[in-house]
């Protein structure tokens, strides 16, 4: 410091000295020289007014976000319970379903609504409906015409793909092949439907059935799958039930047969032709594409006597039990996708195999569905109403 106070070129307080340059102007002076320019200095913005204010910052594609979900809400939450799906009756009023969710006061709006409880009480009672029951279990009643003729759908689906193979490409997602696939589904839907719409006066419901079943399998312009596409699946079902085409005794079957004929469909879709997850989580996910079949297997799983959520760690119990259960055979499935350290690349699944009941996993996984699912309005704003899911 004292080096500094007597150096006059570093005196602070020298500015009388006639050796102290003045600070050129800022107007017309030459930044180098100090002398005048020939340039006029640039003019003065205006301030911003009311009238005129600052242009909003938009980012030109808004950033992936991989936030962590908000637990302790979830935690909070009341968990969902089974309901009885009301049944619509005579005179029908089927309508092209629609759009109408655009805003987090929609989804408020939805899931405190008739339609959004008993949608909701829908997939907890499918869920109630096989605990402690694994997939080759026999069925409490037969199979219904309705249910076959729903695996018949689903299986057809599945033979197209093989009729349909994905073109050489280069990309790491999104096989253009996919789209051929999606435009025979288009074509073919309605009449795929009509064993389904046994009776004459359910036939003029394929306009209100039809797009929800379009929109279970993907999108074919962005070549992508995810949650809420597998949302609009349970939703087809669920208007199945509202149209009192599946009763309450059909929920194991439609669980372990239609619902597993559709997880097997959904996995050939995606490992064919590479299909993209939409909207995905990343690593605060259970999983890149689905939700329900965690629902599902937790529940199979639930006062087994030896197997335990830690179980997922034996590569033993994966490997000869996921047949058996939906649960074990969806975190086979991620590891097989993902490479690397399990609880660095799935961190909520490994979180998950810590809780000690799968009593306490199934509800917790259904309070999360409604909290990270259909509370989600990038997901929920491509959701559908009509007259059997209503806009209430």
């Not at 020298?14 to 107007?27: G, L, N, Q, R, V």
């Not at 005579?90 to 899931?111: E, G, L």
């Not at 279970?216 to 949650?227: K, L, P, V």
Request: aromatic content about 10%.
């Amino acid at each position: 410091m004292s080096d500094l106070n007597a150096n006059p070129d570093h005196d602070l307080n020298h500015e009388s000295s006639p050796s102290a340059p003045t600070p050129p102007s800022s107007a017309a002076t030459c930044r180098n020289c100090g002398g005048p320019t020939c340039r006029p200095s640039p003019p003065t913005p205006a301030p911003w007014t009311e009238v005129s204010p600052p242009p909003a910052y938009r980012p030109i594609r808004a950033p992936a976000i991989n936030a962590p979900m908000n637990t302790a809400s979830i935690i909070l939450a009341p968990v969902p319970q089974p309901l009885p799906v009301p049944v619509a009756t005579p005179p029908y009023n089927f309508q092209v379903p629609s759009k109408r969710i655009t805003s987090v006061d929609d989804i408020r709006h939805f899931n405190e609504s008739p339609s959004g409880r008993h949608f909701l009480g829908f997939v907890a009672s499918l869920s109630h409906s096989v605990r402690s029951r694994k997939l080759s279990d026999p069925l409490p009643i037969p199979l219904s015409a309705v249910l076959t003729s729903l695996i018949s759908l689903l299986q057809t689906l599945s033979d197209w793909i093989d009729q349909i193979p994905p073109l050489p490409q280069q990309a790491r997602y999104g096989n253009p092949a996919y789209r051929l696939w999606h435009e025979r589904l288009a074509a073919q839907t309605p009449s795929l439907l009509k064993p389904v719409l046994s009776t004459a006066d359910l036939q003029t419901a394929e306009v209100e059935l039809v797009p929800y079943l379009l929109d279970s399998f993907g999108n074919a312009t962005r070549i992508d799958y995810g949650t809420g596409h597998e949302t609009n699946f349970a939703a087809f079902l669920y208007c199945l039930a509202c149209l009192n085409l599946i009763k309450e005794e059909d929920y194991p079957g439609v669980v372990t047969r239609v619902f597993i004929t559709y997880l097997d469909l959904m996995r050939k879709l995606q490992a064919t032709y590479l299909l993209e997850p939409a909207g995905s989580h990343g690593v605060w996910g259970l999983d890149d594409y689905h939700f329900v079949p965690f629902i599902f297997g937790s529940a199979q799983l639930i006062d087994h006597k030896y197997m335990k959520p830690k179980s997922i760690h034996n590569p033993d119990i994966l490997e000869n039990f996921s047949n058996e259960y939906m649960y074990l055979a969806c975190v086979s499935f991620v590891k097989k996708a993902k490479k690397g350290v399990f609880a660095e690349h799935s961190p909520m699944l490994d979180d998950i195999s810590g809780v000690a009941q799968w009593t306490k996993v199934n509800s917790g996984l259904l309070k999360m569905y409604k909290a990270e699912v259909l509370e989600k309005v990038p997901i929920m704003q491509h959701f559908l109403f009509g007259s059997l899911i209503k806009w209430e």
